[in-house]
């Protein structure tokens, strides 16, 4: 890794984190051998773990670009990763209107080191380093106000993210917080491990977790992933295999699976 986090954040390279993972799995050097390890555990029964990952990417791209299509020109990333790996959303957003603005949300302080790379892009891209359990830290941080008007419709995308907030943190009350900010018109977007992910592969997944300090990982089945979208009517092809939403090439069964959705809320 070749970046320093953001000075006086609070930093910790004895465990796994969400992002460095997610980062080395994608080809980033933004990763420690602690996440390098955390990875190769879970190859060991899902070698095409990192092609899991890309699809996710993938489909992320697809969504916010079709959220920017319906004209959607403000969007919050919550529990972005580092978003410098393309494609990322600002990237996805900025081929409809390079004018969109994008806060990208993260705890962890790798991630929020990227803020001044984004800042010297140009105007309208921010990160803020918050945790997207406590909702009314981000709805009302400083940076997120400055640059998203919730008179406007906004987007909102987590992209494999819930699926890491345990049941006890209530992640249906912290999306009800945000979609209670978000006028009707707004648009959230969903990707979340899926129980119909393959039984050796979810094993291996919480051998990780208790063995390495990795966040628990929740394969939740697809009901319980429909009522994260109450108050929003999904468009189609409704919830699916993230591999299904509006593809634009064939990719080939994985052990690990995500399903995804995009909702529209109602008036």
């Known amino acids: 890794m070749d970046r320093d986090p953001t000075p006086g954040a609070e930093f910790d390279t004895t465990t796994p984190s969400v992002a460095r993972t997610y980062d080395y799995l994608l080809g980033g050097k933004d990763n420690y051998e602690v996440d390098r390890q955390a990875v190769e555990m879970l190859r060991m029964v899902a070698p095409e773990a990192p092609l899991t990952a890309r699809m996710n990417r993938e489909f992320g791209k697809r969504a916010v670009r079709y959220i920017a299509e319906q004209g959607i020109r403000q969007f919050i990333d919550l529990g972005s990763g580092i ?17 969109a603005r994008v806060v990208y949300v993260d705890i962890d302080p790798v991630v929020a080191a990227h803020s001044r790379a984004l800042r010297s892009i140009g105007p309208g891209l921010d990160t803020i380093l918050a945790d997207i359990r406590q909702p009314e830290t981000v709805l009302d941080h400083p940076d997120l106000q400055a640059l998203i008007d919730f008179n406007e419709p906004v987007g909102v995308v987590i992209f494999s993210v819930l699926d890491v907030i345990e049941d006890k943190d209530n992640p249906l009350g912290i999306v009800r917080q945000f979609r209670e900010r978000m006028t009707p018109g707004s648009y959230l977007g969903i990707s979340h491990l899926s129980g119909r ?8 997944t919480h051998k990780i977790s208790q063995e390495t300090g990795f966040p628990a990982v929740n394969f939740r089945p697809d009901e319980e992933v429909l009522r994260i979208f109450d108050g929003f009517d999904l468009v189609e092809p409704g919830l699916v295999d993230i591999r299904e939403w509006h593809p634009e090439r064939d990719t080939p069964q994985v052990k690990i699976k995500l399903v995804g959705g995009v909702g529209r809320k109602a008036a």
Do not use: F, K, L, M
């Open 197 to 204: 992910s393959a039984p050796d592969a979810v094993a291996q």
């Open 83 to 99: 978003p410098t790996s393309p494609p990322s959303v600002h990237d996805a957003v900025r081929s409809v209107d390079p004018t």
